[in-house]
């Protein structure tokens, strides 16, 4: 049994495979921000930090001085098609988090068996568990598709070459 979803997920497929396989070539490249995520948010918060306070000569975290290129670096790398391109990446994450509510919403408000006539109980209880299990089979999916944006956005500028299986049959 298929459960026929109000919003098209081919549709939020066809989004992220955009995304994913978007290429945006930096105008700098710093390899120690390419191959780790973790210095890659803690220098991107660290620049706003930076620049919130208007302190571009001396490190707020360990006080050494900055050279007056370090942040025209930076800023060449985090650039405003790298930062749209997260942004959009940011928001299908989003997308993910809402149609995921969706499903456990769902599953919670599907009936109790003994809320129908016995001769409809029967094929209530024949149908619950597919439809419990298209649920998470859809849930499954998305939170695959979320780890895809997630790995995306640790390499946001490279292209990934991902095969998305589609779930509108």
């Not at 098609?81 to 989003?94: D, G, P, Q, R, T």
């Not at 009936?111 to 209530?124: A, N, R």
Request: proline residues 4%; glycine residues 2%.
């Amino acid at each position: 049994y298929k459960f026929q979803y109000p919003i098209s997920l081919s549709l939020l497929a066809n989004k992220i495979k955009n995304v994913i396989s978007k290429t945006i070539a930096p105008s700098t490249i710093i390899k120690k921000l390419e191959d780790d995520q973790a210095k890659y948010d803690w220098v991107l918060k660290g620049i706003k930090l930076h620049k919130e306070k208007n302190i571009l000569d001396e490190c707020t975290f360990c006080g050494n001085k900055l050279s007056p290129d370090f942040f025209k670096v930076l800023d060449n790398y985090f650039n405003d098609e790298v930062m749209a391109h997260e942004a959009e990446i940011n928001s299908l994450i989003s997308d993910i988090a809402i149609h995921l509510e969706f499903f456990r919403n769902q599953i919670r408000l599907l009936p109790k068996s003994t809320e129908f006539y016995k001769d409809l109980e029967v094929s209530f209880l024949t149908t619950y568990p597919l439809l419990i299990n298209d649920f998470k089979e859809k849930a499954d999916w998305l939170k695959n598709l979320e780890k895809i944006l997630n790995v995306k956005k640790s390499k946001i500028h490279n292209s990934l070459e991902i095969i998305i299986p589609d779930l509108d049959h």
